[in-house]
T-cell receptor, first 112, second 114 residues
């Protein structure tokens, strides 16, 4: 079983829809949770970061972490065609030096 | 603006060749990483380095080696390329400041071994 599970999609939604992307994990030591966005033929770039449990909002994006359920989510409100990309969750037990453990990524397509 | 660059975007090599993938970062970061990305498997860590001349194995180091002679440069070496090493290779770097977590990625090198 993988340490981090993520539905690969693809997920296709109409423009303006609310999108929900999710990951589950098995390692209870994880406490740093990130969402990366990767456009086609580009490297991933950090979108959202959350430490421990709780919610974090940044514009149209909201990240949620539920450590008791080992479940994290990314919500995108008023989705735009420019949001079409692969979204990767990533997590780590400590900041800095250690490498991240990534989910396999969910491909999102927002139809105009 | 932060920058991680990789020597090639696309590379085609033959089975048995020695392959060098180069990565350079201009952020004075201590940590550098090499991942490979395959459909359905996500990013898997091959090797990482937290200082010049230091290296640690990641999850899938077999068939690979690395070199870090200068702080800004981290090289991935395929000693004898095989077809199962056909993949997208991503380099990343991160700083060692307190609370740092973000890894900055390069654009990737798509390697095909025939």
């Amino acid at each position: 079983q993988k340490e981090v599970e993520q539905d690969p999609g693809p997920l296709s939604v109409p423009e303006g829809a609310i999108v929900s992307l999710n990951c589950t994990y098995s390692n209870s030591a994880f406490q740093y949770f990130m969402w990366y966005r990767q456009y086609s033929r580009k490297g991933p770039e950090l979108l959202m970061y959350t430490y421990s449990s709780g919610n974090k909002e940044d514009g149209r994006f909201t990240a949620q972490v539920d450590k008791s359920s080992k479940y994290i989510s990314l919500f995108i409100r008023d989705s735009q065609p420019s949001d079409s990309a692969t979204y990767l969750c990533a997590m780590s037990a400590r900041a800095g030096r250690r490498a991240l453990t990534f989910g396999s990524g969910t491909r999102l397509q927002v139809q105009p | 603006d932060v920058k991680v660059t990789q020597s090639s975007r696309y590379l085609v090599k033959r089975t048995g060749e020695k392959v060098f993938l180069e990565c350079v970062q201009d952020m004075d970061h201590e940590n550098m990483f090499w991942y490979r990305q395959d459909p359905g498997l996500g990013l898997r860590l091959i090797y990482f380095s937290y200082d010049v001349k230091m290296k640690e194995k990641g999850d899938i180091p077999e068939g690979y080696s690395v070199s870090r002679e200068k702080k800004e440069r981290f090289s991935l070496i395929l000693e004898s390329a095989s077809t199962n090493q056909t993949s997208m290779y991503l380099c990343a770097s991160s700083g060692e400041t307190s609370g740092s977590y973000e890894q900055y990625f390069g654009p990737g090198t798509r390697l095909t071994v025939t």
